[in-house]
């Protein structure tokens, strides 16, 4: 957690692909995120063996940190 924030949060955002659409959006309170078979199903119709992401830290005070794409591989 950093320095000055009262609780860890970030935004995680599952794209149809690089740079695309959003297609699924959640704010975790841990660095952690399961995103089962049934959400890629919800969202790309069948379990996917691969993804793309991405992902910034949220202060309270200053909004969204700077994102973090990448191509997720099962």
Known sequence: MPLG???E???LEILDGPGG???RAVEPTEAVFLY???HQTDDFGSPQTDFHARVAQRSARY???IWRAGFIHD
């Open 9 to 11: 949060r970030y935004r």
């Open 21 to 23: 659409s959003v297609l």
């Open 63 to 65: 909004g969204l940190g």
């Open 36 to 38: 089962t078979a049934a």
């Open 5 to 7: 924030e009262e609780e």
